[in-house]
């Protein structure tokens, strides 16, 4: 099978951080589209951060500092969009940093690189947030003829904190086009790790145009697919549905953000919180993660070939199961140890593979979605030959092995 990162034995080329340099102290749990509503403020952002976020992108109808003020009170984090003088701009607790551009062209970048500096020189610790286009946008938007192009001046000139992306991947009856979201993750992957910084990634959450309402499972493989290629946040879109009422473009006519344009919770809230639970849970151990690679190791196509030089020595499917297929994220851990991810492909059907590591199961640590802790591995079905997995669709499982 395609192996879609290289396993690097080399350590990312970090360069010290500096006093003004932005500190990601905890995994993201973000958002686009903040609540577009000036009423019952502070309730709508303990419904944020009830559901598990921890950090809010974009405009609220209602001025930065009351927005601010709020997230102060719930504990929520923001990213704020301040035009004007950057001397101006605020720094409550709350304020992670400045949204200062959504899917620049190349021929910004000079601008932004700028902007950047100011940010460090005159609001040192603060972010200076920019989200990057996704590999499917063409090269008049992008400005440059090819993606990885773009993000490699965008690291060379920007120099930003944090790298950013959205990348909705299409997902229909018999059209799937996540391989191109891996591709699109695997770029960030690379360019964040050779400079020694997090990524971040959008995803969808709601219908719009030929992207269809993805499904619980669907969201769930999103995310984790991100983590897999080491992002070190999650970012959804979109949290309120911009309506026309409250000055969206009517471009999203279907709604069906995790809240409706009226602001009423879809069955996405309660997805989101499921998931987000987890990952707030697993957040503090997915920080000391470098990663290493991503493998695609199918159980009936050479799986053994496709993870060799990793810590999984083979994947199989039960004699009576059908073939499954999977994603596998390496990482180091910041101890020395190993990590793996192992992620279920399929957004439809449960896997129940035949997972072969190379240290002993006494050895073996499992991350517990339940607690965020450490516990031992557990054999789902002990009666037969060798260690069984299983795995919801579109779900993962994090392992922690030996040096």
């Known amino acids: 099978m395609a192996v879609l990162g290289s396993f690097l034995a080399l350590a990312p080329m970090v360069e010290p951080i500096r006093a003004a340099d932005f500190v990601q102290d905890r995994f993201v749990i973000g958002m686009w589209v903040a609540p577009q509503t000036k009423d019952d403020l502070r309730v709508r952002y303990r419904e944020m951060a009830d559901a598990g976020f921890n950090l809010v992108i974009g405009n609220s109808p209602v001025p930065v500092e009351e927005q601010l003020r709020v997230c102060d009170e719930v504990g929520l984090k923001a990213l704020v969009h301040a035009p004007g003088d950057v001397g101006k701009w605020p720094e409550n607790a709350s304020c992670w940093g400045y949204l200062l551009k959504d899917e620049p062209s190349a021929t910004d970048f000079p601008a932004l690189a700028k902007a ?3 940010v460090r020189s005159q609001r040192p610790g603060r972010l200076a947030y920019i989200n990057l286009f ?12 090819r993606y990885d192009e773009h993000v490699g001046r965008f690291m060379s000139e920007v120099r930003p904190q944090v790298l950013s992306m959205d990348h909705y991947p299409l997902m229909r009856p018999g059209i799937d086009r996540r391989d191109a979201y891996c591709e699109n993750l695997e770029t960030l992957r690379v360019h964040a790790n050779r400079a020694g910084i997090p990524f971040w990634n959008f995803f969808h959450t709601m219908p719009f145009a030929d992207r269809i309402d993805p499904t619980e499972a669907q969201v769930r493989w999103q995310a984790f697919a991100a983590i897999a290629h080491g ?3 999650i970012l959804y879109f979109c949290y309120w549905t ?3 009422g409250n000055g969206g473009t009517g471009e999203f006519p279907k709604g069906g953000a995790i809240l409706t344009a009226e602001g009423r919770r879809t069955r996405h809230y309660d997805e989101a919180r499921r998931i987000n639970a987890e990952l707030g849970r697993w957040g503090p151990t997915l920080l000391q993660l470098t990663s290493l690679g991503v493998r695609r190791v199918h159980t009936a196509r050479h799986a053994a070939k496709s993870l060799e030089g990793s810590p999984v020595r083979n994947l199989q499917h039960v004699r009576d199961d059908p073939p499954a297929e999977f994603l596998v994220g390496l990482f180091r851990h910041a101890d020395g140890r190993r990590a793996v991810l192992l992620l279920n492909h399929d957004t439809a059907y ?3 593979p035949t997972v072969a590591f190379d240290a002993r199961e006494a050895d073996i640590r499992e ?3 339940a607690n965020g802790g450490e516990v031992s591995l557990t054999d789902d079905s002990p009666e037969l030959p060798g260690i069984q997995l299983s795995f919801g669709p579109g779900d993962a499982r994090l392992f922690l092995l030996p040096r």
């Open 231 to 233: 992002a070190k946040g």
């Open 350 to 352: 449960t896997a129940w």
């Open 134 to 145: 996704p590999n499917y946008a063409s090269p008049a938007q992008l400005g440059t003829p």
């Open 367 to 369: 991350l517990d979605k």
């Open 242 to 244: 911009p309506g026309k």
């Open 116 to 118: 950047v500096s100011e």
